[in-house]
């Protein structure tokens, strides 16, 4: 009798520093952040505008202001600058790639969230090693969650969840599956997992948190062969 190797999950494939070597060789600029589609910044940025608005008018007791958000996996601060600057008193940044974070620290694009007060604490570490410090209205991960095995993710969001104020949102925004076995996909050029819809509520389910509002990004020119984006706007489940 043969006896097959079992095939190990995507995720296992992941390799944290050499996803680390990858975007160290990209440019950080907006084209290398959205590899090399930045005809699409506008378009995200507006419709992760539109998702939080919604997300907000269906949560009435949710704060006016949004007093403290953070960007994780923020790469040079894009989402921060379009987005989060304008929705968030005051916003912390993660990102491990330290030419990423110097943009943020010292770029003159954000010389005047730096000298308004709008810029928190910039964490220059990967989301497996972030521990949050204080808490937040707004948790923020877009395109990066994917460098996270799964086990990983959930301890991520656990830690996510335990960093929110009272009426605090987790949401990610991410490439989904395409795969037409409905099986995650590895990406052995920067080293990170693209998930299926049914992981992503499976893994936020595990982490103790429930999804209040989830749809998809609309817009991206269909031309271009783009994954399909999804938001998943989370709060902790009821004890």
């Known amino acids: 009798m043969s006896s097959q190797t079992p095939t190990l999950p995507p995720d296992a494939n992941i390799d944290h520093s050499k996803a680390i070597d990858y975007w160290q060789s990209i440019s950080p600029d907006v084209n290398g952040m959205l590899g090399g589609y930045p005809q699409i910044s506008r378009i995200d940025l507006q419709g992760s505008s539109n998702f939080l608005a919604k997300l907000k008018r269906q949560s009435p007791a949710s704060p006016k202001v949004l007093q ?10 894009r989402v921060t600058l379009g987005f989060l ?3 968030c008193e005051v916003v912390d940044l993660v990102e491990p790639v330290e030419t990423f974070t110097k943009e943020v ?12 007060d709008k810029l928190g604490a910039v964490y220059v570490k990967g ?3 972030w521990v949050p410090e204080r808490k937040y209205d707004l948790v923020w991960n877009q395109w990066c969650v994917g460098h996270l095995t799964d086990a990983q993710l ?4 656990k830690r996510c969840r335990g960093a929110l104020t009272e009426k605090g949102w987790v949401v990610v925004k991410e490439n989904l599956s395409t795969d037409r076995d409905g099986e995650d996909i590895f990406d052995d050029v920067d080293n990170s997992v693209t998930r299926t819809d049914w992981k992503f509520r499976s893994l936020f389910k595990e982490a103790g948190l429930m999804i209040v509002k989830t749809e998809l990004q609309t817009g991206f020119p269909k031309g271009l062969g783009l994954y399909p984006v999804r938001f998943y706007a989370s709060q902790p489940m009821s004890p």
């Open 85 to 87: 600057s304008r929705v």
């Open 127 to 129: 989301l497996e090693d």
């Open 154 to 157: 959930v301890a991520y969001l």
């Open 68 to 77: 403290r958000g953070v960007d994780c996996g923020a790469g040079i601060g």
């Open 105 to 116: 620290l010292e770029g003159p694009s954000f010389a005047a969230l730096r000298e308004g």
